[in-house]
């Protein structure tokens, strides 16, 4: 399943998943979550926080060996998929879940799956933004149509728009949390704190939608045209997109849900600054 924003491109807390009659089970919710490739998706969220520490004004090596520690055992596997589990059995009817599991399960689909997993999970974010630059690059040399195909699968997989208010929306949870939990002296309160994060919104995104394109540019680079097209109209269909409203907002939950874990964490590891 195609991955989520990058870093913090995570949860919109006031974002209220439907709770419907007919939810599917919890054995057939685990063969999703791997046909569709979201399980790797959920597992990636750990690299994201390797930027926890930047937004505190600290780095990672500020913290010694204990981060890779810490960091292990807050974003848990197991962790994780539980927790989307547990929001799936109440939100992901029958329906939706056979729609998109019947995609992924094909031919195409699984090819999808296999190149989305090695993205998600690769960590140098450099030579893939940079080569995706290139891809993007080239393309726009060419006036191909797969940068428009590109541009409306990205489109289609974040249908709610919510990626500028998840990122706005993350980073003042987890600050909150640092507060709480003693790491940071926060000088700012709540409003003002999402006021000052809200004022560079424009420029956010423009980086998220460029991020998006040459992430996408990188990841099916391997794939024709015509199944770049096929991929495309499938994420287009209404059933689909119900599909990514609904994960999406599973995994800015999850997203969310850890770095407050991970706040409260490093209290054991750093003394609080002012910030």
Known sequence: MRALRAGFAALVLTMALPVVAWAADR????????????????????LSAE?????????????GTEWTRLTTDVFKTETMHNL????????????????????YATDLGQRLVEAENASHMKEDDTLKQESGEAIVA???????????????MNEASDTAGVSVRAIQEIQVRFLLAAAGAGVIELQLEEPD??????????????????????????????????????????????????????????????????FEALARAMQSLQPSQEL
């Open 51 to 63: 930027s926890a520490p930047q937004m505190l004004g600290m780095q990672a090596e500020d913290f």
């Open 84 to 103: 989307a589990l547990d929001i799936l059995e109440r939100t992901l009817d029958d329906d939706m879940l056979t729609h998109a599991a019947d995609f």
């Open 27 to 46: 054995a057939k919710l685990q063969d999703f979550l791997e046909v569709t490739g979201f399980d790797v998706a959920l597992e990636s969220i750990r």
């Open 138 to 152: 080239g393309l726009e040399q060419l006036d191909s149509p797969r940068l428009d195909y590109l541009k409306r």
């Open 193 to 258: 704190l999402r006021e000052l994060l809200s004022s560079d919104e424009d420029v956010l995104k423009e980086e998220i939608a460029e991020g998006a394109l040459t992430g996408a540019a990188y990841t099916y680079q391997s794939f024709s045209d015509e199944e770049v097209l096929e991929y495309t109209e499938a994420l287009e269909h209404p059933k689909m997109r119900n599909v990514y409203d609904l994960m999406n907002a599973v995994q800015y939950e999850i997203m969310a849900n850890r």
